[in-house]
């Protein structure tokens, strides 16, 4: 059985309990079948799904996992900085308790190793769902090693080769690295190992202001550490509405974070125990001094050790394995889906193309990623929610747009729960009602874009959802309002002077 290099610290009951289910000491490799119907690499939630699906449906499955099952999300990324968030929430709901009328004691504090602990039992509350013997109790044979091709219909792992008729590549990302000299000698912290932190860092910088950097810092300075966000581009979140970046900048610096945009970090020193990073910006030189340095520049494919030639699989480092729009690759009988082989590198994305690499796979279907409305959330405070096109990128296309833009300003229950400073904005085809894109910043945007997702999943135009009844009050009501926005425009001054006309007359 093949070793892992990713592992859970501290090693308390709760990660010893989650290591054992994720990557079970004693595990013992069953033997091969002849033939599968399909072998899975990864057992991340884009592997997962399919080897349970398969099984599910007959197939006889084997699944290999070198690391640990469950992936990036369970272990290293969305559900411990979700339960990192809420406590931050929970915080700055208290430090901001004094506008709603509610007094709390002076010197109430975060207490950061609880909040770990907090965060380490919810995780190994949910291993299980993943766990091997899980995946084995529903038929499925489950091989813990390194796994890579040694011909284009078979995979070996632990010294025992798998033949199969089908294969999908569902190997997840790494955390990006930055070649920043004196980096990697002062030592730092990405999203596989800032989780493993058991006390507050009194100063913390954080290298590049997308997704993870963000919410990373914003939590972070929640809990009471001083934060610099240093950021290579003009503003955080580039891909991003500007519009929208700028409302969770303005919530981030509130929050206490230092942010520094277009700067460039020559070199890292380490200083006694101090980590000195030496920035630029517009010219001007100067040294940032923290205690950890977490990096957040994004996230790479993870497709090394693959052996991926022996299969006639084409690939490249930074973009992954090479696919068609039926997630096909360059061997006609492998798939590859999720992070490994996509730009855009969420888990709901990666359940998607599982289901789509089930049918096209095992049911000789014509499934297209391309098809898929794929909305996305940055989860800080507020949160950023988008789906479709960006009005940036419809001009690109030639897509003339219409925008109507509702502010939570104007929405009651955001004025009543003291959460305004967001917006629901809608890009339309010009001339028509057909919903092109959507973002959404407000507190719980995430949970506010699928009914904008919907709609374009659908076809429904922006004009019905103004017929659509929402719950009073709610912030979601903010989307009916800005379908009001469109309603309105289709009162021109002719249509307004025959209406004009027709109630004089009928009077």
């Known amino acids: 059985m093949g070793s892992h290099a990713l592992k859970h610290e501290p090693l308390d009951a709760y990660n010893l309990a989650l290591t054992e289910n994720l990557h079970p000491a004693g595990w013992i490799n069953p033997e091969p079948a002849d033939r599968y119907n399909i072998v899975v690499i990864g057992a991340g939630p884009a592997g997962l799904v399919i080897a349970a699906g398969a099984a599910m449906l007959g197939a006889k ?16 990324g ?28 002076a010197g109430v504090r975060v207490n950061f190793a609880a909040v ?21 109790g529903l038929g499925v044979d489950v091989f813990i090693g390194d796994g890579r091709f040694v011909a284009p219909d078979c995979v070996e792992v632990d010294g025992k080769r798998l033949r199969f008729k ?43 202001a997308g997704p993870i950097g963000c919410e990373l810092a914003q939590t972070f300075a929640r809990f009471g550490a001083q934060v610099t966000l240093l950021e290579a581009a003009p503003q ?34 380490l200083r006694g125990a101090e980590k000195i990073i030496a920035a630029e910006r517009d010219g001007v030189r100067r040294e940032i001094a923290a205690d950890q340095i977490l990096i957040g520049v994004g996230r790479v494919p993870a497709v090394e050790g693959l052996n ?14 090479k696919v068609d729009d039926c997630l096909r690759t360059t061997n006609p009988l492998v798939y590859a889906g999720g992070d490994a082989a996509s730009p855009y590198k969420f888990t709901h994305l990666a359940d998607a193309h599982a289901r789509i690499i089930l049918r096209n796979a095992l049911f000789f279907g014509r499934q297209r990623a391309s098809q ?43 004025v009543l729960d003291g959460e305004t400073d967001g917006f629901v904005k809608v890009q339309v085809r010009r001339g028509s009602d057909s919903i092109v894109g959507a973002t959404v910043v407000a507190s719980h945007a995430g949970e506010i874009i699928s009914e904008l997702t919907t709609a374009i999943k659908a076809g429904v135009g922006l004009g019905s959802l103004a017929d659509v009844i929402h719950p009073y009050p709610t912030q979601a009501d ?30």
């Not at 000299?181 to 596989?192: D, H, I």
């Open 61 to 76: 499955v084997a699944l290999v996992e070198r690391d640990l099952m469950g992936g990036d999300c369970l272990n290293f």
């Open 78 to 105: 969305c559900v411990p900085s979700k339960a990192l968030i809420r406590s931050a929430r929970a915080a700055a709901a208290v430090r901001d308790a004094g506008r709603f009328g509610v007094e709390v004691p």
């Open 116 to 136: 770990m602990e907090r965060m380490r039992r919810l995780r190994a509350e949910l291993g299980p769902i993943d766990s091997a013997n899980r995946f084995r």
């Open 166 to 208: 089908k294969a999908a590549i569902a190997t997840g990302a790494r955390a990006a690295a930055i070649p920043i000299p004196g980096l990697a000698e002062a030592g730092y912290l990405t999203n596989e190992t800032v989780f493993s932190l058991t006390e507050l860092p009194r100063r913390m910088a954080v290298i590049g």
């Open 236 to 269: 955080i979140l580039i891909r991003e509405d500007r519009d929208a970046a700028e409302r969770v900048e303005r919530a981030i610096v509130r929050d206490g974070v230092e942010i520094v945009t277009g700067c460039k970090i020559s070199s890292v020193e």
């Open 308 to 321: 991926l030639e022996a299969a006639m699989i084409e690939y490249d480092k930074q973009n992954g394995v």
């Open 372 to 414: 898929l409305t794929i909305p996305w959330c940055t989860y800080t405070d507020p949160e950023i929610a988008h789906v479709g096109l960006y009005e940036a990128e419809a001009e690109e296309r030639g897509i003339a747009v219409a925008t109507y833009t509702q502010e939570l300003a104007e929405v009651d229950r955001a």
């Open 478 to 507: 903010a989307i009916r309002r800005a379908a009001g926005l469109y309603t309105r425009t289709r009162l021109t001054p002719l249509v307004a002077g025959l209406m004009k006309r027709w109630f004089a007359f009928s009077r």
